[in-house]
């Protein structure tokens, strides 16, 4: 099952730590299995969802037909939220048997209103999305295509605390990856075998990925 290594800050690990009765008194743990839908787009947004185990995509069919990935959710990520009242993306599971907590919006927001710790989880959590959506902008828009792979290896593998490790298991295809990046599935593999090819990485399997030089493209 795939893991994360948990909260990056220290003090709001400790805002989750001390609320977290609070938290999940008021939500349901459901399993979904793997390309399992947690909800579609247009759908109505009456739940919040984190991530406990396992991984999510976030996307949305364009109008020709083609996938665009917006995000990929790992444990301790919060998502759902929305300004308006119908989801503007879909939510499907990457990895069997991936366990969400689920939180009936309007109950949550009553509770963040109440107390200013569990606010403070879902503002962080909001700025979080807000970063790696940044994040994904400056690579799609300023690299070229084995720059793009390379940045989101040395990206994800800081997202799961492996900074200080070499290898790294994506829980994710080279399709996912290609529809977040903006590239084809073609150009992404030539991508991965560009980078192996100057020692920038090595491949131990389609999803074991060992990062030789973190610094080079």
């Excluded at 996938?67 to 939510?91: E, Y």
Aim: hydrophobic fraction near 40%; charge should be neutral; include cysteine.
């Amino acid at each position: 099952m795939f893991r994360s290594s948990g909260c990056a800050d220290p003090e709001f690990a400790q805002h989750t730590i001390r609320n977290r009765k609070d938290i999940h008194s008021i939500s349901i743990l459901r399993t979904f299995q793997r390309d399992q839908d947690i909800f579609e787009c247009d759908q109505h947004c009456d739940w919040w969802y984190r991530i406990v185990s396992g991984a999510t995509r976030k996307y949305r069919i364009r109008s020709d037909g083609r996938r665009q990935i917006a995000d990929i959710h790992l444990p301790g990520d919060f998502f759902g939220f929305s300004s308006k009242a119908n989801h503007g993306f879909s939510v499907q599971a990457i990895v069997e048997g991936t366990t969400i907590a689920c939180y009936p919006r309007k109950t949550a927001e009553a509770l963040a209103d109440s107390d200013p710790a569990v606010a403070r989880l879902i503002r962080v959590s909001t700025f979080a999305a807000i970063e790696r959506l940044e994040q994904q902008m400056l690579v799609v828009s300023t690299m070229s295509a084995p720059e793009r792979v390379k940045a989101f290896l040395v990206h994800f593998r800081d997202r799961v605390g492996q900074a200080g490790e070499d290898g790294l298991a994506l829980p994710i295809t080279r399709y996912d990856i290609a529809d977040l990046l903006g590239l084809s599935t073609e150009t992404v593999c030539r991508a991965f075998t560009d980078l192996r090819e100057r020692g920038a990485i090595s491949l131990e399997g389609p999803r074991q990925v060992t990062i030789i030089r973190p610094g080079s493209g």
